[in-house]
């Protein structure tokens, strides 16, 4: 009678196990445009590649595809957690090419920006995807910001930033005509772009060259089993596991792209949380549609020292709108795009760690006022007005919204680098975490693909 239940219990689990045994996850075709279903095998028979790259957004594609450029006989998977690539920070920018002019000279931030502009205007041209340079100006409004805007022009100059010039009170207006400043420095070579499509170009090269794109695959876990011998012609070759939901790939080595992610990604193999991702939103206004001629590139105020964020400008897009903005505000969600969103994991994360508390309490008067902003469209006009003074309140109304992946140490400080990890033990080896691209990350992606793919190469022995 044991052994009756027993066989019982067994024929109860099969229908389970049959069920498990394939299930159906999406991927992207070479030309990125329909899904189709891709069967795979939680045995052994699952799919397996040398390298996974976990994180479709541009930095995560930049690099999937570099790496192929270099090794196209390894085989490279990449893991998106949405139903398309590009879904977050890559999709929800303002689209500005930045020509690398605000950083400090000498510093990763800067070579990187200055070659990846480079870099992305000649992929652009190569693949056919549309920008415009339609130049920028920083406009001094006050005397006390002359000093910083030639300080900013000496900057961009040792930097590299090609044909930077500093132009009069009167000059201004040959490029925008009802812009208003007592000084403007004057960039050629800023554009703008659609981030989404130059991530799906970048997804479109990296799948004619033998990669392979999920979607809807969100990691839950990464295990590693013990690797075969080099001799041994049967056994373990591909030693680490990534889990989703009823869904997993095997792989010799991962790559974590996560962005807003990216220190959770991180703890999944040991690391430590820090430096933590706090998400902080950026709230845009939208001039109407007559009202558009107002501006012909970006105007861009210069930047206070003392705050850690830009301040509002004006932003064309490829399609013929104007984007207005931002303002920064913590978002209470980690992908939450409208003023109401919320998460509670994601708010009790940012809300009891102390580099947020720091931060919020060095910088509570500003931080107030990009509240009130961003729930008052008049006090953003009026920030705007400082720059074109015809603008007019009933000109604008409320666009989209971005947030931004900012990394934060415990004492509060924006962590303003390149950050990169691994996990712990066999795990550990096996694993590289892009814990921190700052901005400009979509600028530099194609250079910053270059960075990780060196570091994937030493780290990895490729």
């Given at each position: 009678?044991?052994?009756s239940?027993?066989?019982?219990?067994?024929?109860?689990?099969?229908?389970?196990?049959?069920?498990?045994?394939?299930?159906s996850?999406?991927?992207?075709?070479p030309q990125?445009?329909?899904?189709?279903?891709?069967?795979?095998s939680?045995s052994?028979?699952q799919?397996?590649?040398?390298?996974?790259?976990v994180?479709?957004?541009?930095?995560?594609?930049?690099?999937?595809?570099?790496?192929?450029v270099?090794?196209?006989?390894?085989?490279?998977?990449?893991?998106?957690?949405?139903s398309?690539?590009?879904?977050?920070?890559?999709?929800?920018?303002?689209g500005?090419?930045?020509?690398g002019?605000?950083?400090?000279?000498?510093?990763?931030?800067?070579?990187?920006?200055?070659?990846?502009?480079?870099?992305l205007?000649?992929y652009?041209?190569?693949?056919?995807?549309?920008y415009?340079?339609?130049?920028?100006?920083?406009?001094?409004?006050?005397?006390e910001?002359?000093?910083?805007?030639?300080g900013l022009l000496?900057?961009?100059?040792?930097?590299?930033?090609?044909?930077?010039?500093?132009?009069?009170s009167?000059?201004?207006?040959?490029?925008?005509?009802?812009?208003?400043?007592l000084?403007a420095?004057?960039?050629?070579?800023?554009?703008?772009?659609?981030y989404?499509?130059?991530t799906?170009?970048?997804g479109?090269?990296?799948?004619k060259?033998?990669?392979?794109?999920?979607?809807?695959?969100?990691?839950?876990?990464?295990?590693?089993?013990?690797?075969?011998?080099?001799?041994?012609?049967s056994?373990?070759?591909?030693?680490?596991?990534?889990?989703?939901?009823?869904?997993?790939?095997?792989?010799?080595?991962?790559?974590t792209?996560?962005?807003?992610?990216?220190?959770?990604?991180?703890?999944?193999?040991?690391?430590?949380?820090?430096?933590?991702i706090?998400?902080?939103?950026?709230?845009?206004?939208?001039?109407?549609?007559?009202?558009?001629?107002l501006?012909?590139?970006?105007?861009?105020?210069?930047p206070?020292?003392?705050?850690?964020?830009?301040?509002?400008?004006?932003t064309?897009r490829?399609?013929?709108?104007?984007?207005?903005?931002?303002?920064?505000?913590?978002?209470?969600k980690?992908?939450?795009y409208?003023?109401?969103?919320?998460?509670?994991?994601?708010?009790?994360?940012?809300?009891?760690?102390?580099?947020?508390?720091?931060?919020?309490?060095?910088?509570?008067?500003?931080g107030?006022?990009e509240?009130?902003?961003?729930?008052y469209?008049?006090?953003?006009?009026?920030?705007?007005?400082?720059?074109?003074?015809?603008?007019a309140?009933?000109?604008?109304?409320?666009?989209p919204?971005?947030?931004?992946?900012?990394?934060?140490?415990?004492?509060?400080?924006?962590?303003?680098d390149?950050?990169?990890?691994?996990?712990?033990?066999?795990?550990?080896?096996?694993?590289?975490?892009?814990?921190?691209?700052p901005?400009p990350?979509?600028?530099?992606?194609?250079?910053?693909?270059?960075?990780v793919?060196?570091?994937?190469?030493?780290?990895?022995q490729?």
């Amino acid at each position: 009678m044991a052994a009756s239940r027993i066989t019982r219990k067994l024929f109860n689990l099969l229908p389970v196990c049959k069920k498990r045994q394939h299930v159906s996850i999406q991927y992207l075709n070479p030309q990125i445009t329909d899904f189709t279903n891709h069967r795979f095998s939680s045995s052994s028979t699952q799919d397996s590649y040398d390298i996974v790259i976990v994180g479709g957004g541009i930095v995560g594609m930049a690099t999937a595809r570099e790496i192929l450029v270099r090794h196209p006989n390894l085989s490279v998977a990449v893991l998106e957690k949405e139903s398309k690539i590009s879904p977050h920070q890559s999709g929800h920018n303002s689209g500005v090419i930045h020509a690398g002019i605000y950083y400090t000279p000498g510093s990763l931030k800067a070579k990187l920006c200055v070659e990846g502009v480079e870099l992305l205007y000649k992929y652009c041209d190569e693949n056919n995807v549309p920008y415009k340079k339609c130049g920028k100006l920083i406009v001094a409004v006050t005397p006390e910001e002359i000093p910083r805007l030639e300080g900013l022009l000496k900057r961009g100059i040792e930097n590299g930033v090609k044909d930077l010039k500093m132009v009069e009170s009167h000059e201004i207006k040959e490029y925008e005509p009802n812009c208003v400043g007592l000084k403007a420095i004057h960039s050629p070579h800023t554009g703008i772009i659609d981030y989404a499509e130059v991530t799906r170009s970048y997804g479109r090269t990296f799948e004619k060259a033998g990669g392979k794109i999920y979607t809807n695959f969100e990691v839950k876990s990464l295990d590693v089993t013990k690797e075969s011998s080099p001799e041994s012609s049967s056994g373990i070759k591909h030693p680490v596991t990534v889990r989703g939901d009823n869904q997993a790939v095997q792989c010799r080595y991962v790559v974590t792209c996560g962005g807003l992610h990216s220190d959770r990604l991180a703890e999944l193999s040991g690391c430590n949380r820090e430096p933590r991702i706090v998400p902080f939103r950026g709230d845009y206004l939208l001039l109407k549609q007559e009202k558009c001629d107002l501006v012909r590139g970006n105007i861009y105020p210069v930047p206070d020292p003392r705050f850690p964020f830009l301040g509002v400008h004006y932003t064309p897009r490829m399609n013929g709108d104007v984007w207005l903005g931002p303002n920064a505000v913590l978002s209470f969600k980690r992908e939450g795009y409208n003023l109401t969103d919320f998460n509670l994991k994601d708010t009790f994360d940012a809300l009891s760690f102390r580099g947020l508390r720091k931060l919020a309490f060095r910088n509570l008067a500003f931080g107030l006022k990009e509240m009130y902003r961003g729930f008052y469209i008049g006090a953003t006009v009026k920030q705007l007005q400082r720059y074109v003074p015809e603008l007019a309140r009933e000109d604008v109304i409320r666009g989209p919204s971005g947030v931004r992946a900012q990394a934060l140490d415990r004492e509060g400080q924006l962590v303003d680098d390149f950050v990169f990890d691994s996990g712990t033990g066999d795990l550990g080896s096996r694993i590289l975490h892009v814990r921190n691209a700052p901005s400009p990350a979509a600028t530099s992606s194609l250079s910053i693909a270059n960075m990780v793919t060196d570091k994937v190469e030493q780290t990895f022995q490729l």
